[in-house]
T-cell receptor
Framework: DVKVTQSSRYLVKRTGEKVFLECVQDMDHENMFWYRQDPGLGLRLIYFSYDVKMKEKGDIPEGYSVSREKKERFSLILESASTNQTSMYLC???????????????FGPGTRLTVL | GQSLEQPSEVTAVEGAIVQINCTYQTSGFYGLSWYQQHDGGAPTFLSYNGLDGLEETGRFSSFLSRSDSYGYLLLQELQMKDSASYFCAVKGEDFNKFYFGSGTKLNVKP
């Protein structure tokens, strides 16, 4: 059974803290993505990665950074958490277009982050 | 820029048929996907249309008209478990990336 796992389901942090959200996939996918989901706004892409040590900005990268040291792991970093980063964070993976069918993204269960 | 429009909420009764529309304006288009998300759950893939026409998977069908920049998800014989949010997503000019709509909350009533 294919899986994308995220390190925490719920997280509470204080303003100014550095926050790490971890995502691991076991499908040998090249592509990995970080989204945030807010009511009425759908899923907005923060960052994505096509390969190890490679990253591209999505639509809302401000206040975030990412790290991809290993193919299966993609980390989202909030350098200094702020209250407007309170949200649901979803990680996803997919094959690269060169690997085959990449019409489907596989999502993790999400991390609900609250910044106080 | 990228823009996807879908209704925010739809209500239907058990056993009925419901259609959720999605119109898009994107720079480049390669296909339209649909995802289902139950409250508290992860989005799960339902279907993908790369070409015009209807794709059927059991009770769910998805349609695409590229000339109209329009697609829809059709759910037949509605069941209570179909109550969820449904997102359309466009594969744009970056062949590996999808842009998501804001989602349609479907309420199925007995």
């Amino acid at each position: 059974d294919v899986k994308v796992t995220q390190s925490s389901r719920y997280l509470v942090k204080r303003t100014g803290e550095k926050v790490f959200l971890e995502c691991v996939q076991d499908m040998d996918h090249e592509n990995m993505f970080w989204y945030r989901q807010d009511p009425g706004l759908g899923l907005r892409l923060i960052y994505f990665s096509y390969d190890v040590k490679m990253k591209e900005k999505g639509d809302i990268p401000e206040g975030y950074s990412v790290s991809r040291e290993k193919k299966e792991r993609f980390s989202l970093i909030l350098e200094s958490a702020s209250t407007n980063q309170t949200s649901m964070y979803l990680c996803a993976s997919s094959p690269n277009s060169g690997q085959g069918n990449n019409n489907e993204q596989f999502f993790g269960p999400g991390t609900r982050l609250t910044v106080l | 820029g990228q823009s996807l429009e879908q209704p925010s909420e739809v209500t239907a009764v058990e056993g009925a048929i419901v259609q959720i529309n999605c119109t898009y304006q994107t720079s480049g288009f390669y296909g339209l996907s649909w995802y289902q998300q139950h409250d508290g759950g992860a989005p799960t893939f339902l279907s993908y249309n790369g070409l015009d026409g209807l794709e059927e998977t059991g009770r769910f069908s998805s349609f695409l008209s590229r000339s109209d920049s329009y697609g829809y998800l059709l759910l037949q014989e509605l069941q209570m478990k179909d109550s969820a949010s449904y997102f359309c997503a466009v594969k744009g000019e970056d062949f590996n990336k999808f842009y998501f709509g804001s989602g349609t909350k479907l309420n199925v009533k007995p």
